[in-house]
T-cell receptor, first 117, second 112 residues
Framework: ETGVTQTPRHLVMGMTNKKSLKCEQHLGHNAMYWYKQSAKKPLELMFVYNFKEQTENNSVPSRFSPECPNSSHLFLHLHTLQPEDSALYLC????????????????FGEGSRLTVL | GQQVMQIPQYQHVQEGEDFTTYCNSSTTLSNIQWYKQRPGGHPVFLIQLVKSGEVKKQKRLTFQFGEAKKNSSLHITATQTTDVGTYFCAGFRAGNNRKLIWGLGTSLAVNP
């Protein structure tokens, strides 16, 4: 139990589907992140939210749409994905805001394994 | 662009042998973090190093940050089967604490 909960753990979707990934952190952290983990690639930062405001969008295609209604919840809405989007999507949080100061330690959720057919 | 290289990519050891993974950055880092990801799991934070030449120990794990703050290493003494997993380094570029730059990781397999 890391204090960061992701659902669903596994998701299979067709290219025309719309689905959402959910992340909730119970750690009282200020910053939340979406990362993509693919084989043979470094962890790719997708989005950063700091005090509910998006502070980083790492040139992510618009078929991925994040939403952060409050500092404890983060969503990733998926629409018209491609097979190459199949990956493990990891949510993370950190105590300090991801801005002026070092974020410090990242706490990751267990991830959502996405397969796009 | 900014890169953090990790070597080796894979390592097989016999239980009881030592293991070392190296992390090298093309630019100076303000600090470096190490994470471990078990097979089928998620990255778990191990440690953060901030000072030039810093050495920290956690039981059988020894972490070093280079004098120039461009490289780091993780050494495991007398590996155990519980050490199996992928070890990642990740650093912040000096002057830019907004984004961690991740290495590809070193996957460690331990034969009992």
């Amino acid at each position: 139990e890391t204090g960061v909960t992701q659902t669903p753990r596994h998701l299979v979707m067709g290219m025309t589907n719309k689905k959402s990934l959910k992340c909730e952190q119970h750690l009282g952290h200020n910053a939340m992140y979406w990362y993509k983990q693919s084989a043979k690639k470094p962890l790719e930062l997708m989005f950063v939210y700091n005090f509910k405001e998006q502070t980083e969008n790492n040139s992510v295609p618009s078929r991925f749409s994040p939403e952060c209604p409050n500092s404890s919840h983060l969503f990733l809405h998926l629409h018209t994905l491609q097979p190459e989007d199949s990956a493990l999507y990891l949510c993370a949080s950190s105590r300090q805001g991801a801005g002026v100061t070092n974020t410090g330690e990242l706490f990751f959720g267990e991830g959502s394994r996405l397969t796009v057919l | 662009g900014q890169q953090v290289m990790q070597i080796p990519q894979y390592q097989h050891v016999q239980e009881g042998e030592d293991f070392t993974t190296y992390c090298n950055s093309s630019t100076t880092l303000s600090n470096i973090q190490w994470y471990k990801q078990r097979p089928g799991g998620h990255p778990v934070f191990l440690i953060q190093l901030v000072k030039s030449g810093e050495v920290k120990k956690q039981k059988r794990l020894t972490f070093q940050f280079g004098e120039a703050k461009k490289n780091s290493s993780l050494h495991i003494t007398a590996t155990q089967t519980t050490d199996v997993g992928t070890y990642f380094c990740a650093g912040f570029r000096a002057g830019n604490n907004r984004k961690l730059i991740w290495g590809l990781g070193t996957s460690l397999a331990v034969n009992p």
